[in-house]
């Protein structure tokens, strides 16, 4: 699969987009049983104000968008102050069209983004009652090393999240283009 990612843009196109892959990624969720995102929760607010104050990215393979993924600085919610030396994956989402094996494509570029930045360790999170999403990231080669029984929410609300870390060395490897 060729997978190209780059930074999403502060633009109605890539916003809509990216409206789209969670809409259709929350919808997935609940046909599935799993009580995580919700369709709407996320509007293009939402990734402009991430756009703007850390990285999202963008997907893409044939000129269509299969993916995107937010990387974060700093999680103080989930992971309380940290010293520099990570990157903190989230919403990490594939389109429902996207070829089996998109979602670890985009999570190993976002790897090798965190790791192009000098930073030693991937870390993420993902709720304590979502037994499926762990057992993919560690199937991914993330290990849990702790819960956060009361993350702060956007809405005021707490909730439980594991979370998982992968030790990563600086690879220069081409595999997924990060167009920068």
Not at 87 to 93: A, C, E, I, S, T
């Given at each position: 699969?060729?997978?190209?990612?780059?930074?999403?843009?502060?633009?109605?196109?890539?916003?809509?987009?990216?409206?789209?892959?969670?809409?259709?990624a929350?919808?997935?969720?609940?046909?599935?049983?799993?009580?995580?995102?919700?369709?709407?929760?996320?509007?293009?607010?939402?990734f402009?104000?991430?756009?703007?104050?850390?990285?999202?990215?963008?997907?893409e393979?044939?000129?269509?968008?299969?993916?995107?993924?937010?990387l974060?600085?700093?999680d103080?919610?989930a992971?309380?102050?940290?010293?520099?030396?990570?990157?903190?994956?989230?919403?990490?989402?594939?389109?429902?069209?996207?070829?089996?094996?998109?979602?670890?494509?985009?999570?190993?570029?976002?790897?090798?983004?965190?790791?192009?930045?000098?930073r030693?360790?991937?870390?993420?999170?993902?709720?304590?009652?979502?037994?499926?999403?762990r057992?993919?990231?560690?199937?991914?080669?993330?290990?849990?090393?702790?819960e956060q029984?009361?993350?702060?929410?956007?809405?005021?609300?707490t909730?439980?999240?594991?979370?998982?870390e992968?030790?990563?060395e600086?690879?220069l490897?081409?595999?997924?283009?990060?167009?920068?």
């Amino acid at each position: 699969m060729n997978v190209s990612c780059r930074p999403a843009r502060d633009c109605a196109a890539d916003l809509a987009t990216l409206v789209g892959l969670y809409d259709d990624a929350a919808r997935w969720m609940i046909e599935h049983g799993i009580d995580q995102w919700k369709p709407g929760e996320r509007d293009e607010d939402h990734f402009r104000r991430w756009i703007q104050e850390g990285e999202v990215w963008l997907g893409e393979a044939e000129g269509a968008a299969v993916g995107a993924w937010e990387l974060w600085w700093e999680d103080v919610p989930a992971w309380g102050e940290q010293p520099p030396v990570a990157g903190y994956v989230h919403r990490l989402m594939t389109g429902r069209g996207a070829p089996a094996g998109t979602g670890r494509a985009l999570l190993d570029a976002a790897e090798r983004r965190i790791a192009s930045m000098g930073r030693s360790w991937a870390r993420l999170d993902c709720l304590t009652t979502n037994p499926r999403l762990r057992a993919y990231y560690e199937a991914a080669g993330y290990s849990v090393v702790g819960e956060q029984p009361a993350k702060q929410g956007a809405g005021g609300g707490t909730y439980g999240v594991t979370l998982l870390e992968k030790r990563l060395e600086r690879r220069l490897d081409k595999r997924l283009p990060l167009a920068t």
